[in-house]
């Protein structure tokens, strides 16, 4: 049984939400944990966490947010996250450099935001950061918190500092990507580091890419980090749901 720990849902990407989540409970991904980027979305996935068992809630304001949020939502968010035990962290938050336009000043500022409202609730976090691995690091040293690195395609030197600091690194489809040598900094790695992600309804592992992603699609990145590594299915989904456990209260 595997979790998919970072996946989004929106009506804009599924038609249908039950029938994604069939889908993944038919191909051995029991349990989601649904995560939040914007009001939208951190909406969908409280209500998700909240009516399914098996699904779990991340939530908070993506970089791209850092022109649009403002404190109410933080403080709504905050008292959202108090009366709730389905809500189990704090993402996807950080800093995403990659696009035009961004200013670097406001999402430091809504991303240390948020680290604080992490450690007032004691709740790991998702980081998401996109061409800015160094101001990543340096903020994150400042904050003593726990949590998974959403999407990591970093080097094997950044994977240490992450790890050593208290991450898992989330590890999704571009693993499967041709051009990635993520699996080759994987390899240097244990399994202890890592959690398995889809990040639904992008990025789809290969052979599959063009089509939208859902979590059923972990079995295809299992399937192929279990080849990396040399060890069972079986193995690798008790590896990854004791990392799952070593930071999520699930
Ligand atoms: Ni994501």
Redesign the pocket.
């Known amino acids: 049984m595997f979790t998919d720990t ?1 996946c ?1 849902f929106e009506p804009d990407y599924y038609d249908d939400y039950d029938t994604i989540i069939q889908n993944a409970m038919n191909n051995n991904v029991n349990r989601l944990i649904v ?1 939040g980027c914007a009001k939208l979305g951190n909406d969908e996935s409280i209500k998700l966490s909240s009516s399914h068992d098996n699904i779990f809630s991340t939530v908070g304001f993506h970089p791209d947010q850092a022109s649009i949020y403002s404190d109410e939502d933080l403080y709504n968010l905050k008292n959202e996250i108090i009366k709730n035990n389905k809500i189990i962290g704090i993402g ?1 938050i950080g800093l995403d450099y990659h696009y035009d336009g961004f200013d670097k000043d406001k999402q430091k500022e809504l991303f240390e935001k948020q680290l604080k409202l992490a450690k007032d609730v004691n709740k790991p976090v998702v980081i998401h950061s996109r061409d800015a691995t160094q101001d990543t690091i340096d903020i994150l040293s400042k904050y003593n918190l726990k949590g998974v690195i ?1 999407s990591f395609s970093g080097s094997y030197e950044v994977a240490q500092i992450y790890i050593k600091m208290g991450f898992k690194l989330g590890i999704n489809g571009v693993v499967t990507f041709k051009n990635s040598n993520l699996k080759d900094t994987l390899k240097k790695l244990s399994p202890d580091n890592i959690v398995l992600e889809t ?1 639904s309804p992008y990025l789809t592992p290969h052979p599959f890419r063009g089509e939208k992603n859902e979590s059923k699609n972990i079995y295809v990145i299992a399937e192929f980090i279990a080849d990396l590594y040399g060890i069972s299915l079986e193995k690798l989904s008790e590896i990854t749901n004791k990392n799952i456990n070593e930071i999520f209260d699930i």
């Open positions: 970072h989004h995560s996807e959403h990040d």
